[in-house]
Structure formats: structure tokens, C-alpha cells
């Protein structure tokens, strides 16, 4: 069975540091990955995926993710983090496209002033 | 483009109650799938729909819940009888079909059981 790892409950940075959200995955086959904000009060949200090719996705925001087969992790990084990205981050995991969509238990990114 | 209509936005049951929660997806969208979000975890696949047909429904608790679809369109869950685990939100999403990879959230329905 798929499943995935947020191993951080709570990421603290300051504003203008550099963040980077963790996640590991296992799954039978190539992995699909994606990541999902959740702002308060709404639904989640797109904001990458890596299904095949470069290791290093480029999302929606300024986010990005690297892919690393060898240690099954999929890590989400920002240069330069903003107030407003505060949010729940969710890392998910499919095994072929079609299949079910697995989420990881959530990261809440705190960004402080 | 209008995104994924759900209501009611809250609901509140005595256990052992019935309740229903419904779900307009994006316009076109053929995929409809019921996640079920608990307080602290992330959201679980109740169930997938493809057009008015059932993809994947392994792990909906099919002793208390049901789930519909049946002009491919709109879609409703429901939970007879009620149980206090039940308590959680439930978000409702669609996608183009089964192949395309991202999902559109609805805002979800907060079901709280007492």
C-alpha cells in the first residue's frame, strides 16, 4: 500500500528566510507526487507536481520541490518565505494516474514577521 | 471558472442520525471524489466516482455510508446511522478525468456529531 510521511508537524521561519517542508513517500512503481496548500476556512489548493522528468518542479507561488528517487523524498522549498504563506502543507502520493490519491498527515508552516 | 460547489458548510447531528452532504464539481469535470478530513490528519479517499461510475470505493465504510452520482454530475454522501467518529470535515474535489492530475477542492462541509 502507498503511504506518505510529513515527519514535521510545525515549521517555524521568519520572514525572508529560505523553507523547506518535508516529505517521504513510498509507493509500488513510479511515484505521481504533488503538494496542496490549505488556508483557513478553504478548501485545498494546487501548487506542483512531479510525475516524470527534471527532479527539481516549479509550482504556483514561488514553491518548489525537489524529487529524489534514492531517498523516496519530495521536499517542498521556497527561497524566500512571506507571511501570507503561512498555511497547512500537504504532500500526496498516486501510483499510476487514475489510481488513489494518498495524502501525507499535514505540515503547518508558520511564517513570523 | 466556477469552482466546487458543497453544502451545507456546517452540520451538526446527534449520533445515530442520518445526514447528507452534497457537491456540485467544476463544470466538464468527469472525476468526482469524497475525501474525509479529521482534525490533525490528512484527508482520506472515501470515494472516487468517474462519470456516474464507481472507480474506487475501498475504503468508504459501506455499512453507514453511501454515496450517489447518478446523472454524472452532481453528487451526495451520506452517513446513516451517524457515529461520534464520524466527526470531521468533508471535502468533495474534481478533476478533468482520472488521468489529470490536479484536483479542485471544494471549501468542505464540517460535520460535527455529539
Known sequence: AQSVAQPEDQVNVAEGNPLTVKCTYSVSGNPYLFWYVQYPNRGLQFLLKYITGDN??????????EFNKSQTSFHLKKPSALVSDSA???????DGAGNMLTFGGGTRLMVKP | ??????????????????????????SGHATLYWYQQILGQGPKLLIQFQNNGVV????????????????????????????????AVYL??????????????????QLSVL
Do not use: H, M
Not at chain 1, 56 to 65: C, D, P, Q
Not at chain 1, 88 to 94: H, T
Open chain 2, 92 to 109: 468533495c474535489a474534481s478533476s478533468r478525468d482520472r488521468g489529470n492530475e490536479k484536483l479542485f477542492f471544494g471549501s468542505g462541509t
Open chain 1, 88 to 94: 497547512l502543507y500537504f504532500c500526496a502520493v498516486r
Open chain 2, 1 to 26: 471558472e466556477a469552482g466546487v460547489a458543497q453544502s451545507p458548510r456546517y452540520k451538526i447531528i446527534e449520533k445515530r442520525q442520518s445526514v447528507a452532504f452534497w457537491c456540485n464539481p467544476i
Open chain 2, 56 to 87: 474506487d470505493d475501498s475504503q468508504l465504510p459501506k455499512d453507514r455510508f453511501s454515496a450517489e452520482r447518478l446523472k454524472g454530475v452532481d453528487s451526495t454522501l451520506k452517513i446513516q446511522p451517524a457515529k461520534l467518529e464520524d466527526s
Open chain 1, 56 to 65: 527539481l518542479v516549479k509550482g504556483s507561488y514561488g514553491f518548489e520541490a
